[in-house]
């Protein structure tokens, strides 16, 4: 995926050992073995040992018929792995804070913090 930021594209890539550490989630919340997981899914317990270190890529059907197994959706094994996505909302809210002037700088923390903590 491609987004355009500030005239140029910016890949949005996929963290592979994010994406392997929710499978690896998933994946014993089940009280699955990797055995029991590749056995059901047809796919041998060294692929999965791959993904779940973020070696190896599944194919789109494959993350389908393994979220399914176990009951989670795509969503819940993507989470936090697109890279460069909370990077850049990192960068962009960090730039804002800076863009206030020094003096104002603690209270716009502290709104932030206030906000944060009631939700």
Same mark, same amino acid.
């Given at each position: 995926?491609?987004?355009?930021?500030?005239?140029?594209?910016?890949?949005?890539?996929?963290?592979?050992? =994010?994406?392997?550490?929710?499978?690896?989630?998933?994946?014993?919340?089940?009280?699955? %073995?990797?055995?029991?997981?590749?056995?059901?899914?047809?796919?041998?317990?060294?692929? =999965?040992?791959?993904?779940?270190?973020?070696?190896?890529?599944?194919?789109?059907? %494959?993350?389908?018929?393994?979220?399914?197994?176990?009951?989670?959706?795509?969503?819940?094994?993507?989470?936090?792995?697109? %890279?460069?996505?909370?990077?850049?909302?990192?960068?962009?809210?960090?730039?804002?804070?800076?863009?206030?002037?020094?003096?104002?700088?603690?209270?716009?923390?502290?709104?932030?913090?206030?906000?944060?903590?009631?939700?």
């Amino acid at each position: 995926m491609n987004e355009a930021i500030n005239g140029r594209e910016q890949r949005v890539g996929i963290n592979y050992k =994010i994406l392997g550490k929710n499978i690896r989630y998933y994946r014993k919340q089940k009280n699955l %073995t990797q055995e029991q997981l590749a056995e059901s899914l047809e796919l041998s317990v060294g692929f =999965i040992s791959q993904v779940e270190r973020g070696i190896a890529k599944m194919s789109l059907d %494959t993350l389908i018929d393994l979220c399914d197994y176990l009951d989670c959706s795509a969503g819940d094994i993507l989470n936090s792995a697109h %890279t460069d996505c909370k990077n850049k909302l990192s960068e962009d809210l960090l730039a804002l804070y800076e863009q206030i002037p020094k003096k104002d700088q603690a209270l716009f923390y502290h709104m932030l913090k206030a906000y944060a903590d009631h939700l």
